[in-house]
């Protein structure tokens, strides 16, 4: 006597990228991460920068500041103050890169304010520097 089975499963379906083919998963659906919201600074787009340029530079990818000016369309000057960042305290550097996205406006800590910063080659003057500028934690 043949008699019905009957199985459940959970599952999902799910796209591995743009344009590619569905998946059947078994489970439940996985939870899609909340998209950050907010802008990301502008300081922190300017430090990241400079870790690409340093690192295109070291890769030799481009030869020297003059060429990443041509390429991106600024200035020599204005490569070079970008390109100071990396001349900060890591920890400086890294709080740069992770500062909290903004909801509107602009942003507290801006590149003219942090040359001065820049200029000084000790460290711990560096640290004490940036506990002055507005958004910066000590």
């Given at each position: 006597?043949?008699?019905?089975?009957?199985?459940?499963?959970?599952?999902?379906?799910?796209?591995?990228?743009?344009?590619?083919?569905?998946?059947?998963?078994?489970?439940?659906?996985?939870?899609?991460?909340?998209?950050?919201?907010?802008?990301?600074?502008?300081?922190?787009?300017?430090?990241?920068?400079?870790?690409?340029?340093?690192?295109?530079?070291?890769?030799?990818?481009?030869?020297?500041?003059?060429?990443?000016?041509?390429?991106?369309?600024?200035?020599?000057?204005?490569?070079?103050?970008?390109?100071?960042?990396?001349?900060?305290?890591?920890?400086?550097?890294?709080?740069?890169?992770?500062?909290?996205?903004?909801?509107?406006g602009r942003g507290e800590i801006h590149l003219r304010g942090l040359q001065a910063v820049v200029g000084t080659a000790d460290w711990?003057e560096q640290r004490s520097l940036c506990k002055g500028l507005q958004g910066m934690s000590g």
């Open positions: 006597m043949n008699k019905p089975i009957s199985l459940e499963f959970n599952i999902c379906f799910k796209r591995c990228g743009s344009g590619s083919k569905k998946e059947i998963r078994e489970g439940a659906e996985e939870a899609v991460p909340k998209a950050a919201t907010g802008r990301i600074p502008r300081i922190s787009r300017f430090m990241a920068l400079a870790i690409h340029y340093e690192d295109l530079i070291r890769a030799g990818h481009v030869t020297d500041f003059a060429e990443l000016a041509r390429l991106g369309h600024v200035t020599r000057a204005r490569v070079t103050q970008i390109m100071n960042l990396r001349l900060l305290a890591p920890d400086i550097q890294e709080q740069l890169l992770f500062l909290p996205r903004l909801e509107k711990r």
